[in-house]
């Protein structure tokens, strides 16, 4: 597979070797491990849950040495921060691993602020296209201060946290992740110049007239917040094309170079590259094999119908659940022979419920489920069969028996659902894939490519999907297994490390000839 921006991605000896010594940070707002009590006071520890805390897992194995600065979740994590004097303490989410997390307590009015108002939704709904813009955002003072006084203060809570534990350190490296971290690069930048930043963005870069929704004093802060950094990392050539273009129409001052994926600012210059998040296939392939799958499994294959149609989500507006739900039912009215012969297993997660447009949503949806289900159930037969809760065993059963899977977000990241189902799947199951996944760059080819806004065109793809002959269904399958193991987090992670290596190289190098 080509590596991205034409690059040779795997770091050789010498590049890990370079960076064996450097003190490595990572920091994001979700860590890798939380703590709450149980029903009878007692402590438990989890691990944290999500793509991000996947990702980074990864990571803080190939590198034990790592210390992992997050946000305190929880009224328990400030208490288990406070144990340790608010300095990092070392865990073992498993037996075979070990590192050091700092969980950071901030004001909780701050906190709410920063993520109920700043990071959700607003920027998450920027990044995503989800503003209906006749109606919303309205930007007043409130919103001002929640980004002032909310989003501003977490960041620099977490910048002095980060900047504390490498007091003293020679040539560190820092690693930041995703949007709710904008702006940190820029704090640690201005206190320590000599830190080398990295910051990789999970969820798509829109183009620059999704920004102009933010006054402009905030736009100007998160930009700068933002190539502050050495190098920026997004999961897709696309998304990086539009944060370049973003940089050249909304940046004052910025000197943007597309063909190299360079942009100059103040006489700082930030590397913009891609690199494609795998999944770690034979672990989840391990995972499969778990007897609380097998015991899913057995549920599933005594209930199925001819047809089992999948999606795995959270219930979030950018998943775009409804239109799926609906081009289901568009599919049922225009092939009524299908009727009593598929069943369309909705696994969702709920998500972001205290925020007020995901609530409406969750109420959307089981509201259109109830409609379908009405329309066209029988006594013994229910087309869509909801789940709302969170089981990893469970979703790893139903992703082993689909015939059709369904992803169809209006905009993500990446999505991992897209590759973790074909992945395991035992069926020759059959993907339909929006062309607005970060996945679709990779899986595409494969997959049943839909636009996810035309609801014809997805229920049309079931149709495809279901009556598709089994030496197609075949073929496809193979090549989706295929694209998803051929990289593995390892590879993910030495892309980046090899270009943190040749842009440490060329800093320093400048540096020399600078005061030469």
């Known amino acids: 597979m080509a590596q991205p921006n034409g690059q040779n991605g795997s770091s050789n000896a010498s590049e890990r070797d370079a960076l064996a010594n450097a003190p490595l940070v990572l920091v994001s707002n979700r860590g890798p491990i939380t703590y709450d009590l149980d029903a009878e006071g007692i ?30 979740m929880t009224e328990e994590d400030a208490v288990v921060s406070a144990e340790h004097d608010q300095r990092a303490f070392s865990v073992s989410p498993t037996q075979d691993t070990e590192y050091r997390v700092r969980l950071v307590s901030s004001d909780p009015d701050a906190y709410d602020g920063f993520y109920n108002v700043i990071a959700n939704p607003m920027l998450w709904f920027i990044q995503h296209y989800l503003w209906d813009l006749s109606n919303a955002p309205d930007v007043r003072r409130e919103e001002v201060a929640a980004f002032d006084d909310g989003y501003q203060v977490v960041n620099q809570d977490l910048a002095s946290a980060v900047l504390a534990e490498i007091e003293g350190a020679e040539d560190p490296i820092v690693m930041v992740h995703d949007y709710h971290l904008y702006t940190m690069p820029g704090m640690i930048r201005a206190a320590r110049p000599d830190v080398f930043l990295h910051h990789f963005i999970h969820i798509p870069w829109t183009q620059p007239d999704a920004w102009r929704v933010l006054p402009n004093r905030m736009r100007e802060q998160i930009y700068r917040g933002v190539l502050a950094n050495d190098i920026v990392g997004f999961h897709t050539q ?35 590259r891609a690199y494609p998040l795998p999944i770690d296939a034979e672990g989840f ?96 037969w229910m087309p869509i069969d909801l789940r709302m809760r969170d089981d990893v065993n469970e979703a790893i059963a139903e992703y082993k028996h689909y015939d059709l899977l369904i992803v169809n977000p209006m905009f993500d990241g990446m999505n991992l659902v897209a ?64 694209a998803v193991t051929e990289r593995n987090p390892g590879d993910w992670i030495n892309d980046q490390l090899a270009d943190i290596t040749r842009r440490r190289e060329l800093r320093s190098a400048a540096s020399e000839a600078t005061t030469a």
């Open 238 to 272: 696309s998304y990086k094309r539009n944060f370049l273009l973003c940089c050249r129409e909304l940046v004052e001052g910025a000197e943007v170079d597309e063909e190299n994926g360079r942009v100059l600012l103040d006489g700082h210059e930030t590397w913009v």
């Open 419 to 482: 590759k973790e189902g074909p992945l395991i799947n035992e069926r020759h199951g059959v993907s339909i894939l929006s062309e607005n996944t970060g996945a679709h760059e990779e899986l595409g080819e494969f997959a049943i490519s839909v636009n996810p806004f035309d609801i014809q065109e997805q229920a049309d793809a079931i149709h495809r999907a279901l009556s598709m002959p089994m030496e197609e269904r075949s073929q496809r399958a193979a090549g989706l297994k295929v």
């Open 285 to 380: 392939m391990r995972t499969a094999q778990k007897p609380g799958v097998h015991e899913f499994e057995r549920e599933i294959l005594r209930r199925r119908r001819d047809h089992l149609i999948l999606r795995v989500d959270r219930a979030d507006l950018s998943k775009n659940v409804l239109r799926g739900f609906t081009a289901f039912d568009l599919f049922l009215e225009q092939h009524p022979e299908f009727i009593e012969q598929v069943t369309f297993i909705a696994h969702l997660m709920p998500s972001r419920t205290d925020v007020p447009e995901y609530a409406e949503y969750l109420e959307k949806i089981e509201a259109l489920v109830a409609v379908v289900n009405h329309r066209h159930g029988t006594p013994d």
């Open 43 to 72: 402590r438990f520890e989890k691990r944290g849950t999500g793509g991000l805390v996947t990702a980074l897992t990864g990571l803080v194995n190939h590198r034990t040495d790592t210390l992992w600065v997050a946000s305190a």
